[in-house]
């Protein structure tokens, strides 16, 4: 199983700061991992897949990066409604997995 | 632009069975798959199975193979995930997402996802 691990698990921002997100695969994954937004109460929500590809709709302060095993997403600019828990995943091997999730909270 | 909805929140003794739907609109169901992920109260995500909708084939969680059935109605655009013998363990909420793979392994994103169910097991 390929074991995906955030950094941090936890952090919390003032409104205007950036954050990155670090995200790494036990194993080569190349650049199937994607990323996902969850706020509480509420479903996940796809925001970057491929390591890169922005989803339509999605903030253009939201991007990622990486390939292979060590990967990021990066917030510029935090907004209020950014506070939520972020998740990356893999596809390239199965089980697919997550990461543990990393919960980004608005002083 | 797929939306999915998901059967409402069930309560069940542990060794029960519990069955929970899916229903899509908005695409033709079988040019993808449905992916099954659960979250435990206060935890991350976990990956328990995958379904086409074009020919039926499946991956699963080799952790749950035993207990779980993951099957598509092509007629109503629904697809379902049943887990038998269920546990306090099992508690937790499931999600549907379509994924884009029809064709196993699916090595794709999942896009979007239903609302949840509330699966709870408790004596």
């Known amino acids: 199983e390929i074991v995906l691990t955030q950094s941090p698990d936890f952090q919390s921002v003032t409104p205007r700061e950036k954050i990155i997100i670090t995200c790494r695969a036990s194993h080569f994954i190349a650049n199937n991992l994607h990323w996902y937004q969850q706020r509480p109460g509420q479903s996940p929500k796809l925001l970057i897949r491929?390591?890169?590809q922005s989803m339509s709709g999605v903030p253009s302060r939201f991007s990622g990066s990486g390939s292979g095993t060590d990967f990021n997403l990066t917030i510029n600019s935090l907004e209020a409604e950014d506070a939520a828990t972020y998740y990356c995943h893999q596809s390239s091997g199965l089980p697919q997995t997550f990461g543990q999730g990393t919960k980004v909270e608005i002083k | 632009q797929v939306h999915l909805v998901q059967s409402a929140g069930e309560v069940k003794k542990p060794g029960a069975s519990v069955r929970v739907s899916c229903k899509a609109s908005g695409d033709t169901f079988s040019t993808y798959g449905i992916t099954w992920v659960r979250q435990a109260p206060g935890q991350g995500l976990k990956w328990l199975g995958w379904?086409?909708?074009?020919?039926?084939?499946?991956n699963y969680a080799q952790n749950l193979q035993d207990r779980l059935t993951l099957t598509t109605d092509t007629t109503t655009n629904t697809a379902y995930m049943e887990l038998k013998n269920l546990t306090s363990d099992d508690t937790a909420v499931y999600y549907c997402?379509?994924?884009?793979?029809?064709?196993?392994?699916?090595?794709?994103?999942?896009?979007?996802w239903g609302q949840g169910t509330l699966v709870t097991v408790s004596s």
């Open positions: 379904i086409s909708n074009y020919n039926g084939l499946t």
């Open positions: 491929f390591s890169s």
């Open positions: 997402a379509r994924d884009p793979s029809f064709r196993p392994p699916s090595k794709n994103w999942f896009d979007p």
